[in-house]
C-alpha cells in the first residue's frame, strides 16, 4: 500500500484506530456522468445551405454542418443539442441565420445565430397520427413549418404558432405538404395531390374556400407534386412525372428534366436533381445533366457557385470536384439499429443490425461489414452477436448460419471471417429449404466452448438445437456437438432465441413462441447427451414467452418477459429436483413491462432495457432507483433492445432501433490492489464543480475526508466500486473553506488508501 508523502503517515496511523460513524447510504444513487450518442448520419432526408455556402445536412441519425471546401464536418446529436435523432427537415434563415432542425415525430430544435439552442414542441402535441416535419420556408420574418397535416406558421420572435393550414380547397383536410414558395402575391404549396394556391395578404387562409387547386389536368399531367422553385418570373414545379413551369397563367412540361425531380436555389441559383442525376441551370435557362448518382436522391441544393449539391438515401451527400461526383458522410455506424453488442477480445465494440451486417466500434472509429464490402460474408442479417473465449466474434444469421469474424491485431478494420451453415457443419436448415439455417443467441462459457442455438424444422422435426463447438486454435478447426431438445419435448416450436450459462453449468433457453423456458443440463462430457427439462407458467413463471435472460453474480437467474421480470433464486435446486422446486421472486416495479434485456454492473445493479425505456433496479430488483426515457434523458429511443456494460470503465452502452447511447457511470469494479486514489477535478471548486470525482476506492469502501491535523470534516460509503463522489461539504452540509484535505478510503478488510484533495474556491 503506497503512501503519497511522507506527510500522511500520522494520518494513515490515526485512520486505522479511527471507529467510523455511519452516514446515510449513498449506495443507491445512480449517477450519470455524461451521454454519449452514435447513430448512422449517412442516411440523409434534407438539405440546405447557409449565407456562407456551409450546406446542413438532416439524416435519420442526427444533423451535421459540412464544409464542401474543407470536407469538414460538425455534428449535432440529442446529446448536444437536438431534440430529436431522426431530423426529417433541415431549413435555414436567411434573415436571422438561424438553423431549423424537424424531427420525425414534430419537434423542432433550432440554433440560434448566437449558438445556443430553443425549441418547439406543439406540433409534437397535435392529434394527427402523422406528425412528421418535411421542411421549411422563410419570408416576412416568419417561418413557415411544413408538416405532414399541413402548414404551420409559426413566429421566431416570441416562439409561438400564429395558425395552421390544414384545409387546402378541395384536397382532403391534413394532407401533407412537400415545399412552398411566394410568387406573384401569392403563395404555392406542393402536395401530393397537385399545387394548391392562395392570395398571401388579405385572406385567411384556414379556411378552405380561399386555395385553389391545380390538380394533374393541368399540372403536366402529374399530380405529386415535390417541389417549388422561382427564377426569372417564372415558377419552377418539380413533380414525380418531371419538371412544370408556370408562366402568366399556363403549365407547360419541360422537355429538360425527367423522373422525380427536386429543385434547389441560392438566390439566383437554381439547380435540380432526380433520382440519380444532379443538374445545373445554364445561362440559357436550360438544366444540364452534371453528375450520376449511385444512391437515390431525397433533395438538392445550390452552392454559391451554383453548383448542386444533393443528399442521398444511404450515402451521406454527393457534391460535384473536378467534374466528378463526391461523396461524403460522417464516420458512424452503417444502422441506427443495435439488437444485440458485445466487446472484442481488444476492447471494441461489436453489434449486430438485425439486417445491416456488422459494426465495429475500435478506438472512436467505425468499421461497417456488410455483404458488398467482406469477403466471406454473404448476409447482412447479424441478429446476435458475442466474442469467444478466443478473441473470436461470433454473428448468429437468420437463413445463413453462423459466422465467426476473427479481427487482425493491427488495429484495421481487417477481419478474416469463416462460415458454418449445412454444407460444412451439423447445422440444420428448414424443412421447406436445407439450405435456409437459422441460429439465434450465443454465449461463451469461459472454458473453451461456445454454446449457440439452431432452429431446427428438418424432417417435421421441430424445435431448438443446442450446439457445442470446441474450438482448436493449432488447427483453427471447430468441433461442434449437437443437443436437440426434439428428442424429449417433440412438440416445442423452434422459436428459442436468448441462451444463458448459470454457476452450476446448466444453460437456459427462452422461447419467443409460448413454449416456455427450457433449461438443459449437459452431461460429464460433450459426447454425453445431457438432459433436456422445461419450467412453464405451471411451475410459477410468469410468461411462457421469454426475452432476455441474465446469471447475476449471485448466481439468480433473471428472467424477462413481455409480461414483465421475474426472478429464479434457486437454480440449482431447479438443476437437482426438477421444476417443481422452483421458487421466484417477481420484480413488482416492471410488472406489465415489455421486458427486452437486462445487464448487471459493477455494483451489481441490474439495467433493464424495456418497451417504455431504461430501468435501473438494486441488486435484488427490490428497489427502482432510476428510469430514463426519451423525455427526461438523451436516451435516443424509449424502445431499449440491448444493454452491455464495461465493468473496467463504468462505461454502459445501450442499444436501440433508433441509435446507440453511451453512458458513463460510477459503476466501475475495483483494483484487486488498490494503492493510491486519484480524485479530479483538482483544485476542487465546490461552488462551481458539481462533485469531485474519488477513483481508485477498495471494494466496498467506506470514505472519510479529514483536515491535515486528522479531524473528520464528513465520512460516507462509497456506492461499492472503484469510484466514489464528494459534494465538498461537511457533516452539516455546509461547504468546506478552500485548503488542503486528506481523503481516506477503508475496504470491509480494513485495508486503507489515502489522497489529497485541494479545495479552492472562488
Not at 325 to 342: C, I, K, Q, W
Not at 616 to 629: H, W
Request: hydrophobic share 40%.
Amino acid at each position: 500500500m503506497t503512501i503519497i508523502q511522507s506527510t500522511f503517515s500520522y494520518v494513515a496511523v490515526f485512520l486505522l484506530t479511527l471507529s467510523f460513524i455511519w452516514a446515510p447510504d449513498l449506495s443507491g444513487q445512480v449517477i450519470i456522468e455524461s451521454w454519449e450518442v452514435f447513430s448512422a448520419l449517412d442516411r440523409s432526408t434534407d438539405v440546405a445551405v447557409d449565407g456562407e455556402g456551409k450546406v446542413w445536412v438532416g439524416s435519420t441519425g442526427g444533423a451535421y454542418q459540412f464544409d464542401p471546401v474543407t470536407r469538414e464536418a460538425t455534428v449535432y446529436r440529442t446529446n448536444n443539442g437536438l431534440l430529436r435523432l431522426n431530423v426529417t427537415a433541415v431549413g435555414v434563415d436567411r434573415e436571422s441565420d438561424d438553423v431549423y432542425f424537424g424531427g420525425d415525430n414534430g419537434a423542432i430544435s433550432i440554433l440560434r445565430q448566437g449558438g445556443w439552442w430553443t425549441y418547439v414542441t406543439d406540433i409534437t402535441r397535435r392529434s394527427q397520427s402523422q406528425r412528421a416535419i418535411n421542411g421549411f420556408a422563410f419570408a416576412n420574418g416568419l417561418a413557415y413549418i411544413l408538416t405532414e397535416f399541413g402548414v404551420a406558421v409559426f413566429d421566431p420572435s416570441d416562439s409561438v404558432i400564429r395558425e395552421s393550414w390544414t384545409r387546402l380547397g378541395s384536397i382532403h383536410p391534413n394532407t401533407s405538404v412537400n415545399d412552398l414558395v411566394f410568387y406573384n402575391d401569392s403563395v404555392w404549396l406542393a402536395t401530393p395531390f397537385g399545387v394548391a394556391v392562395a392570395q398571401s395578404t388579405g385572406k385567411y387562409l384556414a379556411d378552405p374556400s380561399n386555395w385553389t387547386v391545380y390538380d394533374s389536368v393541368s399540372l403536366c399531367s402529374s399530380l405529386k407534386a415535390l417541389s417549388l422553385a422561382v427564377v426569372d418570373g417564372s415558377l419552377l414545379i418539380g413533380t414525380a412525372d418531371g419538371g412544370c413551369e408556370y408562366i402568366d397563367g399556363v403549365f407547360t412540361k419541360r422537355g429538360d428534366l425527367g423522373g422525380s425531380i427536386r429543385f434547389g436555389t441560392n438566390g439566383d441559383q437554381v439547380v435540380a436533381g432526380n433520382d440519380y442525376r444532379l443538374y445545373r441551370r445554364e445561362q440559357n435557362g436550360l438544366f444540364r445533366e452534371v453528375g450520376e448518382l449511385s444512391d437515390r436522391l431525397t433533395d438538392v441544393v445550390a452552392l454559391p457557385d451554383g453548383s448542386p449539391l444533393g443528399s442521398l438515401k444511404r450515402t451521406g451527400v454527393a457534391f460535384l470536384s473536378s467534374d466528378s461526383v463526391e461523396l461524403f458522410a460522417p464516420n458512424g455506424p452503417s444502422s441506427n439499429r443495435f439488437v444485440d453488442l458485445t466487446f472484442g477480445a481488444d476492447g471494441s465494440l461489436w453489434g449486430a443490425t438485425f439486417d445491416d451486417g456488422v459494426v465495429r466500434l475500435n478506438e472512436g472509429e467505425w468499421f461497417n461489414y456488410d455483404a458488398a464490402n467482406t469477403v466471406g460474408l454473404s448476409t447482412n442479417s447479424a441478429r446476435q452477436i458475442e466474442d469467444d473465449d478466443f478473441g473470436r466474434v461470433w454473428v448468429s444469421a437468420y437463413g445463413d448460419g453462423m459466422y465467426i469474424f476473427q479481427p487482425e491485431n493491427d488495429g484495421s478494420s481487417k477481419v478474416d471471417v469463416q462460415h458454418y451453415d449445412e454444407t460444412n457443419s451439423p447445422l440444420r436448415g428448414i424443412n421447406t429449404n436445407a439450405a435456409y439455417v437459422i441460429c439465434s443467441d450465443i454465449y461463451a462459457d469461459g472454458f473453451g466452448t461456445t454454446w449457440f442455438i439452431n432452429w431446427d424444422n428438418t424432417s417435421g422435426i421441430r424445435g431448438a438445437v443446442l450446439l457445442a463447438s470446441v474450438y482448436d486454435p493449432k488447427t483453427g478447426v471447430d468441433n461442434f456437438h449437437l443437443f436437440p431438445a426434439s428428442s424429449t419435448f417433440p412438440e416445442l416450436t423452434r422459436a428459442y432465441a436468448r441462451l444463458s450459462i448459470d454457476f452450476n453449468g446448466t444453460i437456459w433457453l427462452a422461447s419467443e413462441n409460448q413454449s416456455g423456458l427450457l433449461y438443459f443440463i449437459p452431461g460429464q462430457t460433450l459426447n454425453d447427451q445431457g438432459e433436456w427439462r422445461r419450467i412453464r407458467t405451471a411451475d410459477g413463471l410468469i410468461s411462457n414467452d421469454q426475452n432476455a435472460l441474465l446469471v447475476d453474480p449471485d448466481g439468480e437467474v433473471w428472467i424477462g418477459t413481455p409480461k414483465g421480470l421475474t426472478v429464479l433464486v434457486n437454480p440449482g435446486a431447479v438443476r437437482n429436483n426438477g421444476s417443481n422446486a422452483a421458487i421466484f421472486r417477481e420484480i413488482r416495479s416492471l410488472k406489465d413491462v415489455v421486458i427486452r434485456d437486462i445487464a448487471v454492473d459493477a455494483l451489481n445493479r441490474k439495467w433493464v432495457g424495456t418497451d417504455n425505456g431504461l430501468f435501473v433496479l438494486s441488486s435484488d430488483g427490490t428497489e427502482l432507483l432510476e428510469t430514463y426515457t426519451e423525455s427526461n434523458s438523451s436516451l435516443v429511443k424509449n424502445e431499449v433492445l440491448a444493454v452491455l456494460p464495461n465493468n473496467k470503465t463504468g462505461e454502459i452502452y445501450i442499444g436501440t432501433g433508433s441509435g446507440l447511447n453511451k453512458i458513463q457511470t460510477e459503476a466501475i469494479e475495483s483494483s484487486s490492489d488498490p494503492d493510491q486514489i486519484q480524485v479530479s477535478p483538482q483544485p476542487f471548486d465546490p461552488t462551481r464543480d458539481q462533485s469531485l470525482r474519488i477513483t481508485g476506492l477498495p471494494l466496498n469502501s467506506r470514505v472519510k475526508i479529514l483536515k491535515l491535523d486528522g479531524s473528520l470534516i464528513t465520512e460516507f460509503r462509497a456506492p461499492g466500486g472503484d469510484v466514489g463522489f464528494w459534494t465538498g461539504r461537511d457533516a452539516r452540509g455546509e461547504l468546506v473553506a478552500s485548503g488542503v484535505y486528506i481523503v481516506a478510503a477503508e475496504s470491509a478488510l480494513g485495508e486503507t488508501v489515502i489522497g489529497k484533495i485541494a479545495v479552492v474556491r472562488q
